[in-house]
């Protein structure tokens, strides 16, 4: 697929001109602060300031220094490091030793970091590594970071990554897990699953409040953190008590919406042996649009231990609480103009290809079907490619008729119902202890204890034809997904040297109790809607006619004065004349059927470390095993009453299938008890040129389980199918050109066809090589790599050969009343579809003096293509010449663009300046901006990007930020405006749904 590098040339010149400019007209600042009295003034409070901690510390963290001075040279000497030898030449580098304050042995901090920078990855490797060393591509958001750019939810940390596309769609999605990611959003090319805290698993709800750093992993980490997508990792890591001082910051922020958010954090050392910390915040927001709104609380207390006085031995334990409740704009216009004026005046060429038989009978047919009427146009006009949804009709704003007949612009307009909401609710507890009982080992052991609710009620509004009134619960449901973990994971690092190499190996292991819960709705009930009671009692919907509480002639009518029904209450909803129906009226949340699994999950790994040539070169092998082993259905049907054990289907006198409500052929499938596994494995190496660059290559392979058996059938009652095919025939059918003449002939035929074959599993490649740098004492550390990444053998449906099997659909195999007469027996699938990404990425952060700092990053992914999908034959295939019209236009656009939400090129800068003298001192002002170039959206006929069909993408974004500090009372306050999105352009970020437009945010800190 070739590349075009004509279209985003404006847009990239324009951004790196603000780029480049930041820093050029900051040139006067910048002559005021390398004047030698100001330059020697940041040199003596520097120095105060680590004179005063190393007094700190000998006097109130003699645990930690012990523990520094208690470890001989050999574990002292962080193998991730040059050696003193090596390092002698090396500024930054040289003091290596000095300025690190040993954590854990699984946790470095470096003193080297300031600001945007992060010279180290506490959990990217499970091993305490410099990022310079490490041979992969890795970047770490700061807080301080986070704080700037206005991050507040997990995929808004894609709008400054190189190869992160966000999905402006995401926070109304289902919560994600090992098969299915939350969300559309990308990194390198890929969907994103692996959402991490603190290395664990997260299921909902991604508490930014709490958050001391993001590590963004690119490339396939399945070695470290299990399977996944080959796209990368994100994981965000919390704050922990420290030692050195107590500390209390409280902000209290506005917004632009009127919105409040509260923010507090403090620290406590208790003694040299414990430390408190508690982190709690309190947010009500709402949003640009009506409807929108969020209600956030968190509270993260944690208390760290160093109970010996050698600190070999710090206990952590936290506990996170969060409750959530939001509503979001999850959608856009996108409905052409032509299928209105079509129900206006339907055209003699569309009802002859619908064959309706007059305008009237037409209008009913596309009323509330824009399928149906690009359906008939295609027809029409003998052009099965035409879209439906083209970049010309989709916009930002909502449409509607008012009272008095004017057509309306509306840009507030909520495509989410007003009553749609998700609730999260999140109780998280974590021990972590880590022990080094000898000089040679070191272990660290993690509990975590995960209670996850997601409750939600959702329908989206969309207009029908007439252009007056709109389906307000469009998609209406209501949903729960539930999750219980606990997991116990234990590391072990065995540090040895011999061979003149320096070695460490990771060993561990995870375990994790899964019980993860679904629910939904059983539909709309309308007891409580207008017009339910009209004329007479109702007798649907129960649970309480006669006491909903709506009298007979409390009711809605429409413009003609004709009285709404209670679901027309919402199916003709006319926003000129009537107020938005709340779907949280028909939908409920609880629900007597809840489906449930309990899986056993289980890993074991090992990452080993070599160092050798005087440091210089570093080499990583990795590999994993993991497995998980399910427990069977565990369907609570009618709680407390009728609770159904996983081995119901066994005694099916004791648990009838009609009173417990389950069905014996699933509960009893054996795939709901087998044990599946996969592995993944990596290899790379780390070169250091001289002690400021390096080189670096990796290649890494990932995995995602699929489970079921190719011939996709119901394994507990094959024998009766056989044996009913068996005396339908007299005794003898074909099966595929076998003759079978028993039960036993009949699994021997289906052996042979691959029916009991286990579908292999999904697997990702990825191969990169790279450089890093860390030039100029830290002033200029970057990132650049080459890589490819696939990800094949999806699991999908083999549809040509369920079609062709002869016990699908069969009117002759079976008698006419057998269960299986008719029906589709077996679901064949099969593996395919094989999508490829190439492409380049860097990362810089420059800090040419101490008071300015610019991150400024890109990628440029030339192919993201699709190599196979065995559903969709290659153009030129003889497969394909023998397709219909239609399905050539499908399979050839398919091929011919690039896969959904990846951006060919990418580029992002964010820099920030503070003054350093005169009456601005301490005034901090940062600016960035953000290029995306276009993005498919949906590579569907109805989205037809070769033929004008809505693309996403294509934009540039400016944010900014000014702070300034301040005192009072002897108190120290910052006052911070943050505002995104500075000249309100409207933009698409994977989805049709606009992202926000311009926002800002007013915070002030107090910190004492």
Do not use: C
Not at 358 to 385: C, E, G, M, V
Request: zero cysteines.
């Amino acid at each position: 697929m070739k590349s075009s590098l004509k279209a985003p040339v404006g847009r990239i010149r324009l951004l790196l001109t603000a780029a480049l400019a930041a820093p050029l007209t900051l040139s006067s600042a910048f002559a005021e602060t390398t004047d030698a009295d100001n330059v020697r003034r940041l040199q003596d409070e520097n120095a105060t300031l680590r004179k005063k901690l190393a007094e700190l510390e000998g006097k109130t963290a003699a645990a930690e220094t012990a523990a520094t001075n208690d470890k001989p040279a050999a574990s002292t000497s962080d193998s991730a490091r040059p050696s003193q030898a090596f390092t002698a030449a090396s500024g930054p580098a040289s003091e290596s030793d000095q300025d690190m304050i040993v954590l854990s042995p699984f946790e470095v901090k470096g003193e080297r970091d300031y600001g945007y920078l992060k010279t180290n990855a506490a959990t990217a490797t499970r091993i305490g590594m410099e990022i310079q060393r490490v041979p992969m591509n890795i970047s770490v958001m700061s807080e301080d970071f986070i704080k700037d750019t206005g991050v507040s939810s997990i995929t808004d940390v894609l709008r400054y990554t190189a190869s992160g596309s966000p999905d402006s769609r995401f926070a109304m999605r289902v919560p994600g897990n090992s098969s299915t990611p939350q969300g559309n959003f990308t990194m390198r090319g890929f969907t994103v699953n692996s959402l991490l805290r603190n290395g664990i698993f997260r299921y909902t709800s991604y508490n930014l409040d709490n958050v001391d750093r993001v590590e963004i992993v690119k490339g396939p980490a399945a070695v470290f953190f299990g399977q996944g997508y080959p796209g990368g990792v994100i994981n965000y890591i919390t704050k922990k008590p420290v030692f050195e001082k107590e500390s209390t910051s409280i902000s209290y922020a506005i917004d632009d919406n009127g919105g409040d958010k509260v923010v507090m954090d403090h620290n406590a050392p208790l003694s040299s042996k414990a430390a408190f910390r508690v982190v709690g915040a309190w947010s009500d927001l709402r949003g640009d649009r009506k409807g929108e709104f969020r209600d956030n609380f968190n509270l993260t207390p944690s208390l760290t231990l160093v109970p010996l006085k050698s600190g070999k031995l710090r206990i952590n334990m936290e506990f996170e609480y969060l409750k959530e409740t939001y509503n979001q704009n999850d959608g856009g216009w996108i409905w052409p103009q032509g299928w209105f004026d079509a129900y206006a005046n339907p055209s003699a060429e569309l009802l002859a290809a619908s064959g309706a038989a007059n305008a009237a009978a037409y209008r009913t047919r596309i009323f509330n079907s824009p399928a149906n009427w690009i359906t008939d146009l295609r027809k029409a006009r003998n052009d099965p490619a035409l879209p439906i949804y083209t970049k010309d009709s989709v916009k930002g704003s909502g449409y509607y008729t008012d009272a008095n007949g004017k057509r309306v612009e509306d840009k507030g307009f909520n495509f989410t119902n007003s009553g749609s909401y998700t609730r999260d609710e999140v109780k998280t507890f974590q021990t972590t202890i880590d022990v080094s009982p000898f000089s040679w080992v070191d272990a660290r052991y993690v509990y975590t204890n995960d209670n996850n609710r997601f409750d939600n009620i959702y329908g989206a509004i969309v207009p029908n034809a007439d252009g007056v009134t709109f389906n307000a619960a469009s998609g209406g449901a209501g949903a729960g997904y539930y999750r219980r973990a606990k997991n116990h994971q234990l590391d072990l690092i065995f540090k040895a040297d011999f061979w003149g190499m320096k070695h460490k190996l990771l060993t561990g292991g995870i375990y994790e109790d899964v019980f993860q819960q679904y629910m939904a709705s059983t539909g709309a009930v309308y007891f409580q809607v207008p017009g339910y009671n009209y004329p007479t009692v109702n007798p649907n919907n129960l649970p309480n006619p006669t006491n909903s509480n709506v009298p007979v002639n409390q009711v809605l009518r429409n413009r003609a004065g004709t009285v709404l029904t209670a679901p027309q209450v919402y199916s003709m909803w006319d926003p000129g004349i009537h107020v938005t129906p709340p779907v949280s009226k028909i939908y409920g949340i609880n629900r007597n059927l809840l489906d449930g699994y309990k899986p056993q999950n289980d890993a074991l790994y090992a990452n080993w470390q070599i160092q050798t040539l005087k440091d210089r070169l570093i080499v990583l092998l990795g590999y994993r095993r993991e497995s998980s082993k399910g427990s069977g259905q565990w369907l609570t049907s009618n709680d407390p009453w009728f609770v159904v054990p996983p081995d119901a289907y066994l005694n099916q006198t004791t648990y009838p299938p009609d009173v417990y409500n389950y069905t014996a052929s699933y509960s009893g499938d054996p795939e709901n008890f087998r044990r599946r596994s996969g592995n993944a494995w990596m290899t790379g190496v780390s070169y250091a040129l001289t002690p400021e660059i390096s080189l670096y290559a990796t290649v890494s392979k990932t995995f995602k389980v699929n489970s079921g058996l190719a011939g996709g059938f119901d394994e507990l009652s094959l024998d009766t199918l056989l044996t009913e095919a068996l005396a339908h025939n007299n005794g003898s059918f074909n099966y595929r050109g076998k003759s079978v003449t028993s039960v036993a002939e009949g699994r021997a035929a289906l052996t042979q066809s691959g029916a009991f074959d286990s579908i292999q599993n999904e697997q990702g490649m990825n191969y990169e090589v790279g450089v890093k740098t860390t030039l100029w004492q830290d002033k200029l550390v970057s990132t650049f790599s080459l890589f490819r990444g696939t990800r094949k053998d999806q699991k999908l449906d083999d549809s040509q050969k369920t079609s062709e099997d002869p016990f699908n659909y069969s009117t002759t195999m079976f008698d006419s009343t057998s269960t299986y007469y008719n029906k589709r027996n077996f679901r064949w699938r099969m593996v395919g579809v094989e999508n490829q990404i190439e492409g380049l990425e860097f990362e810089t952060i420059w800090t040419p003096i101490r008071n300015y700092q610019i991150v400024l990053n890109g990628a440029w992914l030339w192919q993201a293509e699709t190599l196979d999908f065995p559903s969709y034959p290659k153009p030129g295939t003889t497969t394909f010449k023998n397709a219909t019209a239609a399905q050539q236009a499908l399979y050839t656009m398919y091929y011919n663009n690039r896969i959904e939400n990846v951006p060919e090129y990418r580029l992002n800068f964010y820099n920030k300046y503070t003054f350093t003298g005169g009456l601005v001192r301490g005034l901090s002002v940062s600016f960035g901006g953000r290029y995306s170039s276009e993005t498919i959206y949906s590579r569907s006929l109805d989205w037809n990007p070769d033929r004008g069909g809505f693309k996403a993408g294509n934009y540039v974004v400016f944010d900014a930020s000014i702070a300034y500090p301040w005192e009072v009372l002897g108190y120290r306050l910052t006052t911070t405006l943050g505002m995104n999105n500075v000249f309100d352009e409207v933009y698409y970020e994977g989805s049709y749904a606009p992202s926000d437009g311009r926002s800002w945010v007013l915070r002030t800190t107090v910190n004492f």
